[in-house]
């Protein structure tokens, strides 16, 4: 037993590999685990009966065991734990855990394993998981003595939550399960190297409050690592913009870093991002991105992305910094620290807002917000999906919301259309694109917030591939409701057939639909459907009002695109506004052909 | 797509790592799964009390490539150093090959001749052949293969290069 580690009478008792398991994660302040019992994890789950400290959710396939930690890590801040067994419980998790990578969510997912003399022998339900893991997740371990689990789980949660968060998988042989071993306590674990960098270096600041204090075209571009350094890091950047009146955009992941209600919110940049705000971008001369990562979506063409900005990125992980665009100033640390430094620097240096200064550039973005490029011809024939989430927006306010996404064109409508106030409210698959993410996200969103009003915006076709979960919701009675903007197609591969492939749409038309009302009846939820415009506010006000789970089946327009649209392999400057402009005018509309 | 316009430059980058199963999977894994190049890498336990081992790998790249795999490899969680020999100053590079060259007669005496020359030891000698054991810098190496080829080269194994910094730092 490792020195300083306290012991009482209970503990005395050597544990066996299944309790030390679950002692460690008492000891890492976990509450909840999503999991799925098989051969292999079984004296975990024989542990887990035994005790009364951690809940244990029964999801109905392990992709969404993942998805579920990530809602609930992302809406919480907290570590999301996975439970799933060998062979196939492991595969199957292998897209949650990307997707996690991706998002950067901290997740710690203990798979079973054969054991350990059976290794390589392939046996029943073997899989090579940490061969097969490691290229998904930000570290894993395959666990073959029992003297280092403890302390092996303990690194984990500091693997997961520590630098830029991610998956970790440990893979348990069950003869470590079952052998006797001693435990050590969390304060005794350090791991041996790694140490991110939190604290920003002091002259890369200095460095930033001079090139921000002297921009006349100021950009301040945000992203995911601001939500994932804590509330902290977007009351400071909500200080950062009163101090300084620049304007502020977000990313997908980024979005609720900043109010959508202040005056100096852009709304969301890149691909499906607003006319003003990709705009902004291209003509900045000083871009200050906060833990965003010039992803392809944001970015565009590389070689037209903001051509004449000085750029500066705060990012806690290095390998962000100079990886898609070359930036002029690179800040390793964590948001929260990196802004509040930031902030200091700045008003040490006696900076005042000069609106002045930036009046002609919000002269010039003012202009471009009065294209209102969001804006979509509203009808009262038929439910436009803009509108319809307008209208959810709308009321649920008020309402301690939540809200999780599939992937597509209702995520992208959601992303412009919901207004999110704060961090931690809005669950999306950004990096991966994950289809039936939203689902069993919204599901571990609801079991941590039990009494909040959790909705999964979902296509007909996304909401699909984790359909199985509705069972967990009865099970459990979480009342997540699910809204459908059902268009009968896979309405973003439709949309680029349209406008790239010739309007030939191959395979994306969502034949042989489930009657939704029923399908919510088959799994004990409350099914509704709406199709007439006059309907919809009334469908929204019951869906909130039924208690339990809901799907609200709402039949939108089948032929409306999501605008607008930078298309592959164009600059921020040439969006398509709306179904007037043709893709394929753009430049580098040919090499686009094979972006994705 | 942004167009590749800055030279590829070649690169000799050390990294201790933690002597752990899997290890060397993470970082070939991470050339491999970024499209990275290896154009030599070598792997060997270096301090057995702490378990550490030393990779010395070979990459080439942009200049922004390689300051992306250097953070890359930063990031990995059994990775203690990482250290650029190319651009932290001189440095010198090592390789050892095995040749194998098969002949008699006169093309015995003139492979006996070029190993003299190279300052190659021969390690196994029957009457029609010998196993060379040649070390230095890779381009002597190509300089002895090369002659030996036509003689009667047979087989040849090298290590890849070992390198290590000048004067009395330390990694």
Redo the contacts between chains.
Sequence with gaps: MTAGTTSTGSEARALNGAEIVLKALVDQGVEVIFGYPGGAVLPLYDALYQQNSIRHILVRHEQAAVHAAEGYARSTGKVGVVLVTSGPGATNAVTGLTDALLDSIPVVCLTGQVPTHLIGNDAFQEADT??IT??CT???Y?VKDVTKLARTVHEAFF?ARS??PGPVVIDLPKDILVASGPYSSPEAVE????RPRTEPAPEGIEAAAELLMSAKKPILYGGGGIINSGPEASRLLRELVELTGFPCTLTLMGLGALPASDPRFLGMLGMHGTYEANHAMHDSDVMLAIGARFDDRVTG???AFAPHSKKIQIDI???S???NV?VDLGIVGDVAASLRALIAVLKARGYKRDAKMLAPWWAEIDRRRARNCLAYSDTTKIIKPQYAIERLHALTQGYDTYVSTEVGQHQMWAAQFFKFEGPNRWMTSGGLGTMGYGLPAAMGVQIAHPDALVIDIAGEASILMNIQEMSTLAQYRLPVKVFILNNQYMGMVRQWQELVHGGRYSESYSEALPDFVKLADAFGATGLRVSAVSELDDTIRRMIETPGPVIVDVAVDPTENCFPMIPS?AAHNEMLLGPEDRPGTTSGAE?GMV?V | MAPITAAIERHTIAVVVDNEPGVLARVIGLFSGRGYNIESLTVAEVERSTSLSRITLVTSGTPMVIEQIKAQLSRLVPVHTVKDLTEDGPHVERELALIKVAGTGERRIEALRLAEIFRARVVDSTISSFVFEVTGSSEKLDAFIELVAPIGLVELARTGIAAMSRGTGQL
Excluded at chain 1, 191 to 194: F, L, V
Aim: avoid cysteine; glycine fraction near 10%.
């Design positions: 940490t061969g490691r290229p930000k570290h894993n395959l693997v630098g830029r791991h041996k190297t790694y063409r590389l070689n992980d290095p390998s910094i100079n990886k070359r392999g090499e972006l």
